[in-house]
Structures are given as C-alpha cells and as structure tokens.
C-alpha cells in the first residue's frame, strides 16, 4: 500500500500560481500511475489531470489545459500539480490519486486518495 499526503494549497488571487505537492510513503511509487482530482463546493469531484507511470503522457481537463501541468519526480516519491492563471472557479479541495493501471480520467481506476487540500481562488 501507499499512503499519500498533499501539500500546498491556500487561499490566492485570481492569476496567481500556486503548486501543490503529494508525498507518497510505503509504496512502490514509481509503478503507480498518479492523477489529480478536486471537487468544488455543492459539486461532484472532477478529474483535473493524470500522468502516466513510466511513460512521458499526460491527460487534462478541458478547463485546466494549458494552464495547469502534472509532474512526477520518482526520486523523491513526489507528485505535482503546478497551477497558472488561477480562476475563482478552480476553487475546489484537490486530491491527488495512485493506481496500479489506473491511468485515466475515470476517479474508480485510483486506489489509494490522499486527504486533500483546499484550493480558495478569490475575485
């Protein structure tokens, strides 16, 4: 099992930048394929974006594209979700996800969650 723990998230304002880090222990990182995901308030949680395991593949979605990149460093069993451009409407608890072939949008393919970090964008 691997246990995952964010990091990063705090209150901004519109156009800034923020990263958000997940730390990963008790795993073989390296073989997860990792995702990030938030859900906003009255809403239902949302894929956000996904990097493969080994090879260099992303997904995102359609609202964050372009301004928002997922990176790995295996090194250091660390993922990130660096976010550019920040809107109100990316206002959300981010969670980052790890699955052995879950690659994907789809939250059911991730099995391990971490407890999430708010995200407050303000006007």
């Known amino acids: 099992q691997v246990q995952l723990v964010e990091s990063g998230g705090g209150l901004v304002q519109t156009g800034d930048t923020l990263r958000l880090s997940c730390a990963a222990t008790?795993?073989?990182?390296?073989?997860?394929?990792l995702a990030w995901f938030r859900q906003a308030p009255g809403k239902e949680r949302e894929f956000v974006a996904a990097?493969?395991?080994?090879?260099?593949?992303?997904i995102y979605a359609g609202s964050v594209k372009g301004r928002f990149t997922i990176s790995r460093d295996n090194a250091k069993n660390m993922m990130y979700l660096q976010m550019t451009s920040l809107k109100p409407e990316d206002t959300a608890i981010y969670y980052c996800?790890?699955?052995?072939?879950?690659?994907?949008?789809?939250?059911?393919?991730?099995?391990?969650w971490g407890q999430g970090t708010q995200v407050t964008v303000s006007s």
């Open positions: 996800a790890a699955g052995a072939g879950a690659y994907g949008r789809s939250p059911r393919g991730y099995d391990y």
């Open positions: 008790g795993g073989a990182f390296s073989t997860y394929d």
């Open positions: 990097r493969h395991r080994n090879v260099i593949s992303t």
